[in-house]
């Protein structure tokens, strides 16, 4: 029986799973990640390898059969437990010179809850391949050591994301023009949610335990167009914020916002 | 005479020149920029521009003569002054995977003055386009509505940046292991360089008006190997920090830190 850690350039090897995680448990990995353990890694009997599924943690597994084109794994042993994590969504208008490949793989990084892209009128990409982002997301969350994966979701209208918003979540806009907090100044305090005269979400403390649900939301390679602008302004939920002096590109937008936003009120804390 | 204020999708041209601007300034756009304003944007006579050349503000300029190959523009009049910019320095070692055109194009909108490219002991690039590196900072100079270029220096050993860096900059090393303080807290209560007894950057105060020179320094695909992480952390003008809870890419690491640094010292306050 080999003994061997199994690990790749970036680090040790680990595998997002669909199955349940618990000692002893077998778990058999899909066909790409058995194409990568057998004729990638080489895998042996006994190599160990970390699985982890978004609810049962992070455990050390071992390979117990391989044929040619299968193999199974044992869970041996739990190495960290599942935790929760901040809730932040990034809603996206998808762009076209950066490939959405690179904005999931940031944004899985950077720790958001919920991918959602947005087609606004500017928008000028027409569909988004969701199989490829969940892959870019899973591939991410293995590399950078995440428990979860984010939950990429169907891509929405910029109509139909609105009507059907939870009014309890700030949906913080990146707004390049017009009055509006700096973001980290918005993210630190941020000001109470009012409809029609009442409070639904009251200005919270700066340094509260559990952060209120947030999102972000940023617009395509030309921003969104004025009535986009005016609607989200007259939404209860909305709060518009900038980012900083400079005209920022959109995925650089995304990025730097979901950077601020863990950094203040996420888990870097 | 025409009098359109000439655009593109990202908004209004702007174009970064080496001559000096002033009222009545006559300005004769390169090789490049002549193409793309005669053929590409179908300039005339009497269109206006945006120029700006890192150090004299931003001008209107209107363009004056055409040919088929070349044309001039004049100084109109002074739309912003020159100001001052935070002092950040990224020094980076060059990744494979993401081009270094991407860093550079976010690491200039994101403010960086200075862009050092390092080789370390796992740097698997072996050379970087110089010219492509200032080509790509004055695109996104451009785009961004930023007043500079930032400097693209010359690739430098891991060795040589480090023998000839300058003792008053503090340089906060990215590092994935061992004790170091979060960058967020780093940045906003720095604690005090010191070199043979005496401090030579003192802990500096979370509300200064003008920032202490500083730069970020990220590995590359594997990281820093653990003789650099020692050297690194017994220099006295070094900084130790992490970046949260999640493993960040190399490119995502200099992306967040920006982002971290001018949202608490730089111009985003």
Same mark, same amino acid.
């Given at each position: ?123 000028? *990409? $027409?569909? =988004?391949? #969701? ?5 870019? @997301?899973?591939? %991410? &969350? ?95 939920? *909305? $709060?518009? =914020?900038? #980012? ?5 590109? @959109?995925?650089? %937008? &995304? ?15």
């Amino acid at each position: 029986m080999s003994d061997n850690e199994l690990t790749h350039p970036g680090g040790k090897l680990r595998l997002f799973v669909g199955d349940p995680l618990r000692a002893g448990a077998c778990v058999v990995p899909d066909e790409q990640q058995t194409h990568y353990l057998l004729h990638v890694m080489r895998a042996k009997p006994g190599d160990r390898v970390n699985l982890f599924n978004g609810a049962d943690g992070e455990w050390v597994a071992r390979v117990t059969g391989t044929s040619k084109r299968s193999c199974s794994l044992e869970c041996e042993r739990q190495l960290r437990q599942q935790s929760g994590e901040p809730d932040l969504w990034l809603c996206f208008a998808p762009i076209k010179k950066t490939p959405a490949d690179y904005v999931v793989q940031k944004a899985t990084e950077l720790g958001a809850a919920v991918l959602q892209p947005v087609f606004t009128r500017r928008t000028i *990409v $027409t569909r =988004v391949n #969701l199989d490829r982002m969940r892959a870019n @997301a899973i591939e %991410a &969350a293995e590399q950078s050591e995440r428990l979860t994966v984010p939950d990429c979701r169907e891509p929405l209208s910029f109509d139909k994301l609105l009507v059907g918003w939870p009014r309890d979540r700030r949906l913080f806009f990146c707004d390049e023009g017009g009055e509006a907090l700096p973001f980290p100044d918005a993210v630190r305090n941020p000001p109470p949610l009012v409809e029609g005269g009442e409070v639904i979400v009251s200005a919270s403390p700066a340094r509260e335990v559990s952060p209120e649900p947030a999102a972000i939301f940023t617009g395509p390679e030309g921003g969104f167009d004025e009535h986009e602008r005016e609607a989200l302004r007259a939404l209860p939920f *909305v $709060t518009p =914020v900038t #980012l900083g002096p400079r005209i920022l590109r @959109a995925d650089t %937008a &995304a990025l730097a916002a979901l950077t601020i936003w863990q950094s203040i009120k996420g888990d870097w804390r």
